[in-house]
C-alpha cells in the first residue's frame, strides 16, 4: 500500500462525504437518539453500549458505502479507477476508514450523551472500530451485486437483521451458543467489556475471531470488486 495513493484516497472519500451530506445526517442522528433517549422517564442506558455499538453503525457504515458505490458505479468512478494507479486494496482500506470513523464519532457521542454511569473507553473503541468494519465491508459486498438502490434495498435489509441476530441472544430474548459463529458477538463481548466483566477466554475469542472476520470479509470484498467491476470493464 502506498501511503501517498491512500491519503488521496482518504481525501477524496471524505469530500464525497460532506458533498452528500454524510456528516451531517451523523450529527442529526447522534442528536435524535440523544434527545430520545434522555426523554425517557425509566430510561437506563447504562447496559445499553453494545446494542448502541451494534444498532447505530448500520446507517453510517453499511447504507453509506452502498450510497458510495451506487454514486460511483453512476458516474464511472469504479471502471475509471482499474486503470488508475490507486490500488483497489487502498480505494476499499479508504472506504473502511473514513466511514468507520464517522460512524464511531457519531455512536460515541450518543453513549456519552446518554450514559448514566462510567464505561471503559478502549473496548467501546476497539468494538467500534471491528464493527465499523465489518459493516463497511458488507455493505460493499452487497452493493456491488446490484445496479440500482431499489434492487439493493431488501437484500441489505435481510443481509442487516442476520448479522444482527446474536442482539436476541445479548437481550436475552433468546439465548444460545450458536451465536458464537457470527461477528457481531464477538464485537458485543468487546463492547460488554466497558461496562462490565468479561472473562479472559472471552476477550481472546473476541480479538481474534473479529480479525478473522475482517480480513476474510476484505478478501471477499477484494474478489468481488475484480468480479463485478473488473470483468465487466474488460468485457466491454
Not at 458510495?68 to 488508475?84: M, P, R, S
Not at 464511531?104 to 462510567?118: D, F, K, N, P
Amino acid at each position: 500500500m502506498n501511503g501517498r495513493r491512500f491519503v488521496v484516497a482518504l481525501r477524496w472519500d471524505l469530500q464525497l462525504q460532506w458533498r452528500y451530506g454524510f456528516f451531517v445526517v451523523g450529527i442529526v442522528i447522534a442528536v435524535f437518539w440523544i434527545a430520545v433517549i434522555r426523554s425517557l422517564p425509566t430510561a437506563d442506558p447504562s447496559g445499553l453500549i453494545p446494542v448502541f455499538v451494534v444498532g447505530n453503525m448500520t446507517v453510517t457504515t453499511f447504507f453509506f458505502v452502498a450510497g458510495l458505490v451506487f454514486f460511483e458505479k453512476g458516474e464511472g468512478t469504479l471502471e475509471a479507477l482499474v486503470v488508475t494507479p490507486l490500488r483497489w486494496s487502498e480505494y476499499l482500506g479508504s472506504k473502511v476508514v473514513t466511514l468507520t470513523v464517522l460512524g464511531g464519532v457519531e455512536t460515541l457521542a450518543i453513549v456519552v450523551g446518554v450514559q448514566a454511569g462510567g464505561f471503559a473507553w478502549l473496548p467501546v473503541a476497539l468494538s467500534l472500530a471491528v464493527m465499523g468494519a465489518l459493516y463497511t465491508l458488507l455493505g460493499f459486498l452487497t452493493a456491488l451485486r446490484f445496479d440500482s438502490v431499489t434492487d439493493f434495498l431488501l437484500p441489505a435489509g435481510l443481509v442487516v437483521a442476520l448479522i444482527e441476530l446474536p442482539l436476541l441472544d445479548f437481550l436475552q430474548v433468546w439465548e444460545s451458543p450458536i451465536f458464537y459463529l457470527w461477528p457481531t458477538q464477538a464485537v458485543l463481548i468487546l463492547a460488554e467489556a466497558s461496562i462490565a466483566p468479561v472473562s479472559s477466554a472471552e476477550l481472546v475469542y473476541a480479538g481474534l475471531y473479529s480479525a478473522v472476520w475482517v480480513a476474510i470479509l476484505f478478501a471477499l470484498a477484494m474478489r468481488s470488486f475484480h468480479a463485478f467491476v473488473v470483468r465487466s470493464t474488460g468485457d466491454r
